[in-house]
């Protein structure tokens, strides 16, 4: 059988990281290296090698994912079978998402990194990336979006949160598990999530500030009230329970959702915004009345990403709310 076309794209993060007797440590490793104690990937899969950046996952910035989307788009009409990038986890969920809203078509592109580096006991690196490899090879990983491979589990870009801060098992999707798995070298997928198409963004539209506030007991609005002075074009609020803020702060956000696009999240980080049960001031049924739009299932990190693209893109305010429906709704099938 023909191996699989695979290009490895490396942005640094964790996986890529070494210092002096593993202390301080900070990305080096090109992808190539990355690839050095795998003797394996041979059977697997013929891999091409590109680093694109080497910084930490915190570093990194939308410009950096729409280079990375545009290299990806231009490996596959060179007939690559797969994308595997590898890039620090600090922010591996939200570019995860980011590239399954950009990117388009039926090969996988599959990203993982590592909570432990190379010079520590335990290292997860070279586990997580001979999974990502053997998902991206996989015929079964095409057509599923953008995936996250992380310690033999495969998720969903739309799902999938950083749920603990060092844990190998950091990564997890709390709405619905993952969508597979890896067992003795197999991949298994027993669920396939449905999307709309990819999200097109001109060459030289600049990115379009988006702010995002999670509120809490007692919240004034002071910040929602400065939103709009500091220059952002949008906002995600991430209110209470199923899309609740206090009384006092609807009439801020109904004013300002008359201005500019203002979603309404959790930040409970899982479950979906109501949209037909609280009637109260500052419920969800009155925010949505006063022109907020719902994120559906999306968390507020996932729905800023998705705000700022679409308005990137230069869609008009009622795409962006049919977007968000759409976006936000997709099954597991």
């Not at 290296?33 to 003797?39: K, V, W, Y």
């Not at 013929?46 to 990375?68: C, I, K, M, N």
């Not at 079978?81 to 078509?105: H, K, M, N, W, Y």
């Not at 220059?231 to 009384?247: D, M, Q, S, W």
């Amino acid at each position: 059988m023909k191996r699989a076309r695979i290009s490895l794209l490396s942005l640094g993060g964790t996986i890529a990281m070494t210092g002096e007797k593993g202390e301080r440590v900070v990305p080096t490793l090109a992808s190539e290296s990355l690839l050095a104690g795998l003797p394996q990937i041979g059977e697997i899969a013929d891999v091409e090698t590109s680093s694109l950046r080497q910084v930490p996952g915190a570093h990194l910035v939308q410009d950096d994912l729409l280079e990375l989307a545009k290299l990806i788009e231009s490996r596959f009409e060179a007939g690559t079978d797969g994308a595997v990038v590898t890039q620090g986890t600090d922010t591996l969920e939200e570019s995860a998402f980011a590239l399954d809203s950009i990117l388009a078509g039926e090969r996988p592109v599959v990203m993982t990194g590592a909570l432990r580096n190379p010079s520590m006991v335990g290292s997860d690196g070279p586990a997580n990336l001979l999974s990502a490899i053997r998902t991206g090879a996989s015929p079964g990983a095409r057509g599923l979006g953008v995936l996250v491979v992380m310690n033999d589990e495969i998720h969903s870009a739309r799902f999938v949160r950083k749920v603990h801060t060092s844990s190998p098992a950091a990564f997890a999707s709390p709405l619905t598990g993952p969508i597979g798995w890896v067992t003795e070298g197999t991949v298994r997928i027993v669920a396939r999530p449905a999307g709309p198409p990819g999200i097109r963004i001109p060459d030289g539209h600049p990115e379009r500030p988006v702010a995002l506030l999670k509120l809490w007991l007692g919240d004034e609005g002071q910040l929602i009230r400065a939103v709009r002075d500091l220059g952002y074009e949008g906002l995600v609020v991430e209110g209470f329970g199923g899309g609740h803020v206090p009384a006092a702060m609807a009439e801020t956000l109904g004013s300002l959702a008359s201005v500019m696009p203002v979603v309404l999240a959790s930040r409970t980080g899982t479950g979906e915004i109501l949209q037909r049960t609280y009637g109260f001031a500052g419920s969800e049924i009155d925010l949505l009345e006063r022109g907020l739009i719902p994120a559906g299932y999306l968390d507020g990190l996932k729905a800023r990403i998705l705000l700022s693209l679409l308005l990137r893109s230069g869609v008009t305010r009622d795409d962006v709310g049919m977007a968000f429906r759409l976006r936000s709704t997709a099954s597991l099938s």
